[in-house]
């Protein structure tokens, strides 16, 4: 299993980032998958997750700004992230939480 998160970097307050993740050796569509993050200093936090029917759970510090999406056609899960915070600083992660499997991460800081 590989889970591969790219699109992090480093944006301003009120901007947008998309995160992808690329998915490989499990058949992606089958499967529910999570976003998950890590602040500096803090603990996770499951951000999204989105199950194989479409449907989709947002915590609320990001609902109405995050939407996550998932191609199965192409093995990628997506996370749209507008209106970004300073406090969305943190490390995201791709997962599949349900089998324990985990992406290496991808950076988003939100900076002005």
């Known amino acids: 299993v590989q889970l591969v998160e790219s699109g992090g970097g480093l944006v301003q307050p009120g901007g947008s980032l998309r995160l992808s993740c690329a998915a490989s050796?499990?058949?992606?569509?089958?499967?529910?998958m999570y976003w998950v993050r890590q602040a500096p200093g803090k603990g996770f936090e499951c951000v999204s997750h989105?199950?194989?029917?479409?449907?989709?759970y947002y915590a609320d510090s990001v609902k109405g700004r995050f939407t996550i999406s998932r191609v199965n056609a192409k093995n990628t899960l997506y996370l749209q992230m507008n209106n970004l915070k300073p406090e969305d600083t943190a490390l995201y992660y791709c997962?599949?939480?349900?089998?324990?499997?985990w992406g290496q991460g991808t950076q988003v800081t939100v900076s002005s």
């Open positions: 989105i199950n194989s029917d479409g449907n989709t």
């Open positions: 997962a599949r939480l349900n089998w324990g499997d």
């Open positions: 050796g499990f058949t992606f569509r089958n499967h529910w």
